[in-house]
């Protein structure tokens, strides 16, 4: 029997129904995720990657919807759901991290009641044993005296130490993949790749795959194995981090890498990519990237281009086609 | 938490004093009590002497005092239409307006809770249409007139319930209960709908607007993210987080209604409070006057202290970090 990825995600599309027609804010993106893997997902707010996260663990705010694809985990197929089955898949499954850990925890309920209403939900656990667990668990996030901090409640934690408690929320049932959703952007420059490298090591330990949504190309680059760029509700490039990094195929990744401030010595102007990303409801025809690439051909503004295999990677450019002589 | 609660005592003391400053002035200003106690064939030495026996010559403070030292052990001296002491009046009419209030209270709380969280969950329900559109009406309606269409309905048309008095009642000490008998308590539905229904729509409509605010937190979202029940949700991650507002509108409710069951006692009949201050305001009995205001006063003090101290039960937020960390 074939073996099946943890997550496929094929076609999927996502509309906002509004009074003046759909919007789609993920047109058509697939991808998979391996076990114990970490899936970055980069690109400008708007690009849809939170939709994707939201997608996947199946928490769209209506009116948004999937309307066609389908994601499936371990082959079987969970965008179909009913709700009461999801829910369960839900934080057993499939946990979820959020950006802001200060609204992320509920002010009137301790810590240690928070950790333990979600094991008991999803393990058939006894109190005793789930707060045994929680404590374990605080302990393995980084929380001093996790036995004496299970009756804290959230506001009596900084936002870095808020956030571990988040992860360990998170990680409490298990799950085989969790959605980290920019987990580090509302913290402290100083407390960011603490949190980054906690989550790293807490998720190789348990075998957990992460789809990691951020911006921070760097914080991409210290802990994905692959990562997929986004432009417009589409995947641009995904592949290995590092081809990606060193080596971007898609005129628009090429612009992000260029927009790293580097350490080491050139002091060039940093690029930047002119214009912004189109609005939902103004998306150009062809490559929605056209407007703001520097190799626009005709072909671009007609037709909208696949993913294309470049090396270990593939990039939705038509300009691949030309350079490795492929064309049509 | 504790300085706190001493800050809190000593506010509620002053505003007493300043109440008992106002229920004072009546004495004073609003006619002559002399005028009031005597007959018309009084002559001036005998009013003189009256006037001496009962302190009125003594200076203002002087007086003052003597009314707060009275007042606190509850001798707010005789009224004037019944010749009666007036703390015996009010405690014989007290327990009726209490049980009435806390019962209508507990109805809107019951009814209103449940009612919220329902149409702040499913906004576009016909039930939530429904409960809308009812609540309008307990808004927008006077409380005599759905006190007296309750009684045309059920009273007068279905013949179910009584229309007046308190039934029958079952005297503990000096307290007389309605609730202990069946006729009492039948007595007690329609006034306390009647006292409790503009209460209840406004705690359904505050439960509503804060559940629909909660909801789109994220604190919700991540407890939806970790698949817990949505019944736990609902009722315990969401509604707890509703709760302090609703703390304070039913704190400062609970005390209106027991301030305007007046209007309700007198659709009812319901031998009260509120009937017997309306009967001492027609004959200007200014004894029962005063001692109605500082009770009134006095009830809402003691509410709102301890709205303010439920607040911290419900809010870890609120409490005095401990000094562990």
């Known amino acids: 029997m074939m073996r099946h990825p943890l997550l496929s995600v094929k076609d999927l599309r996502v509309e906002f129904p509004t009074r003046r027609g759909a919007l789609t804010a993920i047109d058509g993106i697939s991808f998979d995720l391996r076990e114990g893997e970490v899936l970055g997902v980069v690109g400008e707010s708007g690009a849809g990657k939170s939709i994707t996260g939201t997608a996947v663990i199946g928490l769209l705010e209506p009116p948004g919807r999937i309307a066609s694809g389908e994601i499936r985990l371990k082959g079987e197929r969970i965008d179909n759901l009913p709700p009461a089955a999801m829910r369960k898949l839900r934080g057993k499954r499939i946990g979820m991290v959020f950006q802001d850990p200060l609204t992320s925890l509920n002010p009137l309920f301790t810590i240690g009641d928070q950790i333990i209403e979600t094991i008991m939900t999803h393990l058939p656990v006894s109190e005793r044993e789930a707060r045994d667990r929680a404590v374990a668990l605080l302990e393995e996030v980084g929380i001093p005296a996790a036995g004496q901090r299970l009756s804290a409640y959230p506001h009596q934690f900084s936002g870095g130490m808020r956030q571990r408690v988040v992860i360990a929320l998170a990680l409490c049932a298990e799950p085989e993949l969790v959605i980290a959703d920019e987990p580090t952007t509302a913290l402290d420059v100083s407390v960011q790749s603490q949190i980054i490298r906690l989550l790293q090591r807490v998720c190789r330990d348990h075998g957990t795959a992460v789809m990691l949504i951020t911006h921070d190309m760097g914080v991409i680059a210290e802990t994905a194995d692959r990562v997929a760029v986004m432009y417009s509700g589409r995947i641009a490039e995904i592949g290995p981090v590092r081809d990606v990094i060193k080596s971007p195929s898609h005129p628009y990744t090429i612009g992000l890498m260029g927009a790293i401030p580097s350490l080491t010595g050139d002091h060039d102007r940093l690029t930047q990519i002119p214009g912004s990303m189109p609005r939902l409801d103004s998306i150009p025809r062809g490559c929605a990237f056209n407007p703001r690439c520097s190799l626009t051909m005709d072909r671009c503004r007609v037709e909208r281009p696949d993913l294309i295999p470049a090396g270990d990677s593939h990039a939705a450019c038509w300009k691949l086609l030309e350079t490795e002589g492929a064309g049509r | ?325």
């Open chain 2, 1 to 325: 938490m504790l300085a706190f609660t001493i800050r809190r005592l000593l506010q509620a003391i002053l505003v007493m004093l300043v109440v008992a400053l106002i229920s004072f002035t009546l004495f004073r200003f609003v006619g002559d009590p002399v005028n009031q106690m005597v007959g018309v064939e009084t002559t001036p030495e005998q009013r003189e002497a009256l006037r001496e026996r009962l302190g009125l010559n003594d200076p203002i403070l002087v007086q003052f005092g003597r009314f707060i030292a009275k007042a606190a052990q509850f001798d707010f001296g005789t009224s004037y239409q019944f010749r009666q002491p007036v703390a015996e009046l009010i405690g014989r009419r007290l327990p009726a307006t209490l049980e009435l209030s806390f019962v209508s209270a507990v109805f809107a709380l019951l009814v209103g809770i449940p009612m919220g969280v329902y149409t702040g969950l499913h906004r576009d329900s016909w039930l939530s249409k429904l409960f809308l559109s009812i609540s309008l009406i307990g808004i927008s309606l006077p409380t005599f007139f759905i006190g007296i269409l309750l009684i045309f309905v059920f009273a007068v048309t279905l013949q179910w319930l009584p229309s007046f008095g308190r039934g029958d009642v079952v005297q503990l000490g000096w307290w007389s209960t309605g609730l202990l008998t069946w006729s009492g308590i039948k007595a007690l539905i329609l006034p306390a709908i009647t006292l409790g229904l503009f209460q209840m729509t406004l705690i359904m409509r505050l439960v509503r607007s804060e559940m629909l605010e909660v909801i789109r937190t994220d604190y919700i979202k991540f407890a939806r993210a970790r698949g817990l029940r949505q019944r736990s949700i609902n009722f315990r991650h969401a509604l707890k987080n509703t709760l302090v507002p609703v703390i304070t509108i039913t704190g400062l409710q609970l005390g209106s209604i027991i301030a305007f069951a007046i209007i309700t006692e007198t659709v009812f009949q319901w031998p009260g409070m509120g009937l017997l201050f309306l009967q001492s305001v027609q004959n200007v009995d200014i004894p029962i006057m005063a001692a109605y205001l500082m009770l009134i006063a006095f009830l809402f003090v003691t509410i709102n202290l301890i709205v303010d101290l439920l607040y911290f039960r419900v809010d870890p937020r609120l409490r005095v970090e401990r000094a562990a960390h």
